[in-house]
Structures are given as C-alpha cells and as structure tokens.
C-alpha cells in the first residue's frame, strides 16, 4: 500500500529523522523545484516572478491571468521556452525572450525553439539584464538591456561581453519572467546528514548515499536539472537497489 501525501514541507510538517526511524529505506527524489534569481536593481518589482514557479502554478492548475499584458522571459532554456509559450496561453499580447547569448548558444532543445518562434515569441538574443524599471506603484514596467557581442569561449561556450559602442535601451513589459536556472532545497538534507555540493546531493551509481545506510537519492537533486527520462531512470534504479538492500533479491 502506497499512502500519499501531498504539500508536506520537509523539515516543518515532518522532520527526516523521522521518516529515516520510521522507514527501512528512503529514496530522496526532490528535484530542481525552485528558480534561481538575478542581481539585479528593481527585482523586487511587483509581477517579477520565478518561470519554475510559474509553470508550477500552472501545473497545480492556478494559471495567471496575462490577458493584453507585455511578457518578457529571461532566460536560453527549456524552462524559458515552456514559460514564454504558457504566458501566450494565459493571454499575453506580446511576449520576448532575453539572451544574452546567441540562439545557438542556448541550452534549450532545437524545437522548443523553433516552436516558440512560430508562435510569434521574439528572440531578443546578444541582451544582457541590466535592471528593472519601476512605475509609480512598484510595478514592473520594463527591462533595461546592454547588448552584447560574443567574445572568447569559456566552459565551451563563447562568453557574451558589454558592446560599449551601443548604448542600454528598454524594453517595455508588464511582467517578468526569471528563467536562469534552477536550484534544489538541499539544506533540510544536508542538516540531516546527507552529504551534498552546490545543493547537489552525493551517491554513488548504485543511487545509494554511502554515508547513510538505506537511504538513496537520484533525478535532478542528484545531478542538476536534466532531463525527465534521466530522472526515471534514477528511479528505476534506486528502486532495483532498495529491493537488494532490503534482501528481497526480485527478479526486475
């Protein structure tokens, strides 16, 4: 019998001492949940929001209302592309992508790319976030940009530099998306004992986390965001390994 149960926050509704004392094996599969932010003046603008919580919002079936609003979407990669094609279904008038990177640059799958511009998305790629315009009521009322030009690779990726001969210019939108990256709430985890770098929590192939017996972790909290199937299989493997560690020995 499986018991589910759902907005449980770790550490506050229930501790993970608990759940370890309480459970012969634990399988931690938390995912990359939360949006990573930008340093940047005017963030705490009114309607500047994560695009992961966005699409979360939209997932629990509490969509935003955009109807005749500017989006604008920070951001090269899926998550940018899923956030910039969600705003058009929740009513924006008109909705752009900044990049500070060429469209060849971004991490973002060719078609979610190519399915965003047929969709009328702009690309406005070689943009660098500057800061945030407000109006009088601390609303977001644009995005200030730098253009870019492409310098020397770093990391395998041309890095973007300032294009001093052209001068920061805004662009007008009534709500900001932030799709930079995603992180993971490994801190509870770690307190508990789990050993972790950059968030990211440590195991071995086996999926299991060898300073702790019986617990094991996989799918994006283990390896940074990556893709759905990756993370499945994760959990096909761990699944195998606590059947093992359990003494079961089944037949997968």
Known sequence: NIEVKYNTKIGEDISIEEIYKNHDAMYVAIGAQIGKSLRLEGIDANNVF??????????????????????????????????????????????????????????????????????????MTLQAPVKIEKDENGDCAGLWVQPQMIGPCRGGRPAPINAVSKSQFLVPCDVLLIAVGQDIVSKPFEDFGMPAQWNIFKSGLDTAVEEIPGVFTGGDCATGPSTVIRAIAAGKVAAHNIDEYLGYHHTL
């Open 50 to 123: 994560s695009a992961v919580e966005m699409l979360d919002e939209i997932g629990h079936d509490r969509k935003p209302d955009y109807t005749g609003r500017r989006v604008v979407v920070v951001g090269g990669g899926n998550v940018a592309m899923d956030a910039a094609r969600s705003a058009l279904r929740c009513g924006a008038k008109d909705v752009r992508i900044i990049y500070r990177r060429r469209q060849e640059d971004m991490t973002a799958l060719a078609a979610e790319i190519e399915s965003s511009i047929m969709e009328g998305i702009e690309l």
